[in-house]
């Protein structure tokens, strides 16, 4: 690979240390987890329940998660909160909106590969109109002219496929992640057309750590208070970590089912139900 730490962001699923997968209600409330309330479980949430304890190599996570947690609590969240202090909402936003942006490419390819078809070009014309008339992606022009669509991933790609996750996984700086989301990740860089062009070879690979920097911070950002929230209510953080990002990517899957099930994909896109973090 060309320049490595580069698939942490250009795959769209950078993570903070200590942040992945952490989502809120509405009204800011970190979603339940095992570790913090009582559960009545379905069968359909057995399920799960079985999937989230898939942690064979619980031992070393451990030892990561600790190492990654370090991390954050001395460069990252500070960075973070920095980030908020400085820079006004209105750009912060338009800053969230360029990165998601420069992540078309592989969302494009991905609803390509789950065989949606419509919702790929839908995308492509999104990245066109909020590249050019949008400044770079910063104002989100396509969504207010009416194009809506739905990130997505190669990790997603091969959930609809019908892979399983395999073991849990916490790797190093990136945090929460499964087998399949690390080799999603894998895929996500070579499909991104971004790396080919900032990279050694051209002598440029600062623009890509720029923008690496530039989208974790934002991310951290974006759930200051929800981890705050979860560290207070939690009694293992590392398990409620795991809990919760099994539970992001049910969800994620379960808003790509609903949206292939609707009539109407902008009624249900342009409804956020959560703040989600690497959509």
Same mark, same amino acid.
């Given at each position: 690979? &060309?320049?490595?730490?580069?698939?942490?962001?250009?795959?769209?699923? $950078?993570?903070? #240390?200590?942040?992945? @997968?952490?989502?809120?209600?509405? !009204?800011? &409330? /970190?979603? *339940?987890?095992?570790?913090? #309330?009582?559960?009545?479980?379905t069968e359909e949430e057995? =399920?799960? +329940?079985?999937?989230?304890?898939?942690?064979?190599?619980?031992?070393?996570?451990?030892?990561?998660?600790?190492?990654?947690?370090?991390?954050?609590?001395?460069?990252?969240?500070?960075?973070?909160?920095?980030?908020?202090? $400085?820079?006004?909402?209105?750009?912060?936003?338009? /800053?969230?909106?360029?990165?998601?942006?420069?992540?078309?490419?592989?969302?494009?390819?991905?609803?390509?590969? =789950?065989? *949606?078809?419509?919702? @790929?070009?839908?995308?492509?014309? %999104?990245?066109?109109?909020?590249?050019?008339?949008? /400044?770079?992606?910063?104002?989100?022009?396509?969504?207010?002219?009416?194009?809506?669509?739905?990130?997505?991933?190669?990790?997603?790609?091969?959930?609809?496929?019908?892979?399983?996750?395999?073991?849990?996984?916490?790797?190093?700086? $990136?945090?929460?992640?499964? +087998?399949?989301?690390?080799?999603?990740?894998?895929?996500?860089?070579?499909?991104q057309p971004l790396n080919? +062009?900032?990279? &050694?070879?051209?002598?440029? *690979?600062?623009?890509?750590?720029?923008?690496?920097?530039?989208?974790?911070?934002? !991310?951290?950002?974006?759930?200051?208070?929800?981890?705050?929230?979860?560290? #207070?209510?939690?009694?293992?953080?590392?398990?409620?970590? %795991?809990?919760?990002?099994? *539970?992001? !990517?049910?969800? =994620?899957?379960?808003?790509? !089912?609903? #949206?292939?099930?609707?009539?109407?994909?902008?009624?249900?896109?342009?409804?956020?139900?959560?703040?989600?973090? +690497?959509?």
């Amino acid at each position: 690979m &060309k320049n490595l730490p580069l698939v942490l962001f250009l795959s769209g699923m $950078i993570v903070p #240390a200590s942040a992945e @997968a952490v989502k809120t209600t509405p !009204q800011g &409330k /970190v979603m *339940q987890t095992a570790n913090t #309330a009582d559960t009545s479980y379905t069968e359909e949430e057995d =399920q799960d +329940f079985d999937e989230e304890t898939n942690d064979p190599l619980e031992p070393l996570n451990r030892t990561v998660y600790f190492v990654n947690s370090v991390l954050d609590a001395f460069i990252l969240k500070p960075a973070a909160i920095a980030y908020r202090l $400085i820079l006004p909402e209105e750009i912060r936003n338009g /800053v969230g909106n360029a990165l998601r942006n420069l992540a078309a490419p592989i969302t494009t390819l991905n609803h390509l590969l =789950q065989g *949606q078809g419509s919702r @790929a070009g839908v995308t492509l014309v %999104r990245f066109g109109l909020n590249s050019t008339v949008g /400044v770079l992606g910063l104002v989100d022009v396509a969504k207010e002219m009416g194009f809506h669509t739905l990130e997505t991933n190669f990790n997603e790609t091969m959930a609809v496929w019908g892979v399983n996750t395999g073991p849990y996984l916490v790797l190093p700086i $990136i945090g929460p992640s499964t +087998f399949r989301g690390t080799l999603g990740l894998g895929v996500d860089y070579f499909t991104q057309p971004l790396n080919y +062009f900032v990279n &050694k070879d051209h002598h440029n *690979q600062g623009i890509g750590y720029a923008i690496l920097g530039t989208e974790v911070v934002h !991310q951290r950002n974006l759930v200051l208070e929800a981890i705050d929230d979860l560290e #207070a209510t939690s009694l293992d953080m590392y398990a409620s970590l %795991r809990s919760v990002h099994f *539970q992001k !990517q049910t969800y =994620q899957l379960t808003k790509l !089912q609903e #949206a292939d099930e609707s009539k109407s994909d902008n009624e249900l896109l342009d409804a956020p139900k959560e703040l989600e973090i +690497f959509g």
